[in-house]
């Protein structure tokens, strides 16, 4: 039979909820060579909004909550293979001049372009959900540090430094989360706009490197067009907005790293609830001074451990029951 029962209302779940969303942000660039291109990122976000859904079935569904981008750079650049047109030489008898053509070779550098880098924060939007149970972890501070990287360090120290969360505490405790069984997290959506934007920026670029006149008309006929010379050099389909997301979603693994960093976040990093053990039932300050052989004696605050706690969910608040003493 549990001896305490601590009751958390859906409200004030939600309360906290909202202010570790407000916390949460992330800066990431990297780049790589694909062959006939370069490409790279340069990503910096945060997360707002959200709704919090408590449920019968004892977990709790977090819905609609928006990944607002501050910066989402790409950036791109081509090595297109050296086009010549002209040259050659036509044999004239003697004393007849040789007649020589003049050669004309357009992409000779490496890379010919580039790199072009369009911010396309403005517009990029995705949302995320996911569905948690309720974990309740023992935190023993007596315990050292595990060796190695710690992902959640550099998070806690920033929450931690600006008073949003508690330190790390000297003392132990029940710390409760809420677990991420499921994560869903839009593709990064390129609307056409987005690709048109990349087409267009790559199609000033390499007409701006071929020279006018009859030498580009004999280039264009020969290549079919600038946006058949993109999708040729890129081997990318008809639709560049695709191509884009699946680059980025899938070659650079953006996808994975934002849910990481939510599984991380949510999971394993900062608590939504800590319960101290021993419990205190009766702070210092609310104990009684008695007089006790002509001496005056201040109480001590009054704590109970707690070997055990289970935690409960339903649709109106979640509910901590705990065993006491030992």
């Given at each position: 039979?549990?001896?305490?029962?601590?009751?958390?209302?859906?409200?004030?779940?939600?309360?906290?909820?909202?202010?570790?969303?407000?916390?949460?942000?992330?800066?990431?660039?990297?780049?790589?060579?694909?062959?006939?291109?370069?490409?790279?990122?340069?990503?910096?976000?945060?997360?707002?909004?959200?709704?919090?859904?408590?449920?019968?079935?004892?977990?709790?569904?977090?819905?609609?909550?928006?990944?607002?981008?501050?910066?989402?750079?790409?950036?791109?650049?081509?090595?297109?293979?050296?086009?010549?047109?002209?040259?050659?030489?036509?044999?004239?008898?003697?004393?007849?001049?040789?007649?020589?053509?003049?050669?004309?070779?357009?992409?000779?550098?490496?890379?010919?372009?580039?790199?072009?880098?369009?911010?396309f924060a403005a517009f990029v939007a995705q949302e995320v959900s996911f569905t948690g149970?309720?974990?309740?972890?023992?935190?023993?501070?007596?315990?050292?540090?595990?060796?190695?990287?710690?992902?959640?360090?550099?998070?806690?120290?920033?929450?931690?430094?600006?008073?949003?969360?508690?330190?790390?505490?000297?003392?132990?405790?029940?710390?409760?989360?809420?677990?991420?069984?499921?994560v869903d997290i839009d593709l990064f959506d390129f609307p056409d706009i987005v690709g048109?934007?990349?087409?267009?920026?790559?199609?000033?670029?390499?007409?701006?490197?071929?020279?006018?006149?009859?030498?580009?008309?004999?280039?264009?006929?020969?290549?079919?067009?600038?946006?058949?010379?993109?999708?040729?050099?890129?081997?990318?389909?008809?639709?560049?907005?695709?191509?884009?997301?699946?680059?980025?979603?899938?070659?650079?693994?953006?996808?994975?790293?934002?849910?990481?960093?939510?599984?991380?976040?949510?999971?394993?990093?900062?608590?939504?609830?800590?319960?101290?053990?021993?419990?205190?039932?009766?702070?210092?300050?609310?104990?009684?001074?008695?007089?006790?052989?002509?001496?005056?004696?201040?109480?001590?605050?009054?704590?109970?451990?707690?070997?055990?706690?289970?935690?409960?969910?339903?649709?109106?608040?979640?509910?901590?029951?705990?065993?006491?003493g030992g």
């Amino acid at each position: 039979m549990a001896h305490l029962t601590v009751a958390v209302s859906e409200g004030a779940i939600k309360k906290a909820f909202e202010v570790l969303v407000a916390n949460i942000a992330w800066e990431k660039q990297d780049s790589g060579d694909f062959g006939p291109f370069t490409a790279g990122y340069h990503i910096k976000g945060h997360l707002e909004g959200g709704d919090v859904d408590l449920r019968n079935d004892g977990t709790i569904r977090v819905k609609e909550l928006d990944i607002k981008w501050d910066k989402l750079e790409v950036s791109l650049g081509l090595d297109i293979p050296e086009i010549c047109v002209g040259g050659g030489c036509i044999n004239m008898p003697w004393p007849i001049p040789d007649i020589c053509l003049p050669e004309v070779c357009v992409f000779s550098d490496d890379p010919d372009i580039g790199p072009i880098a369009l911010d396309f924060a403005a517009f990029v939007a995705q949302e995320v959900s996911f569905t948690g149970s309720i974990d309740a972890r023992y935190f023993n501070a007596s315990l050292p540090v595990p060796p190695g990287f710690n992902p959640c360090q550099l998070l806690q120290d920033v929450l931690i430094d600006n008073s949003i969360i508690e330190p790390v505490p000297d003392h132990n405790q029940w710390q409760i989360f809420i677990n991420p069984q499921t994560v869903d997290i839009d593709l990064f959506d390129f609307p056409d706009i987005v690709g048109d934007l990349i087409e267009d920026a790559l199609t000033a670029a390499i007409t701006a490197i071929i020279p006018g006149g009859w030498v580009r008309d004999l280039i264009l006929a020969i290549i079919g067009g600038i946006a058949d010379l993109i999708r040729f050099v890129l081997d990318i389909p008809d639709e560049i907005d695709e191509w884009l997301s699946d680059l980025f979603n899938i070659s650079f693994g953006l996808l994975d790293f934002l849910t990481t960093l939510v599984l991380d976040f949510f999971g394993n990093c900062v608590p939504i609830a800590r319960i101290d053990d021993p419990f205190e039932i009766m702070p210092a300050e609310d104990s009684t001074s008695v007089l006790l052989s002509g001496a005056t004696v201040t109480l001590v605050p009054v704590a109970i451990p707690i070997p055990s706690l289970t935690i409960n969910v339903n649709d109106v608040e979640m509910v901590a029951t705990a065993d006491v003493g030992g």
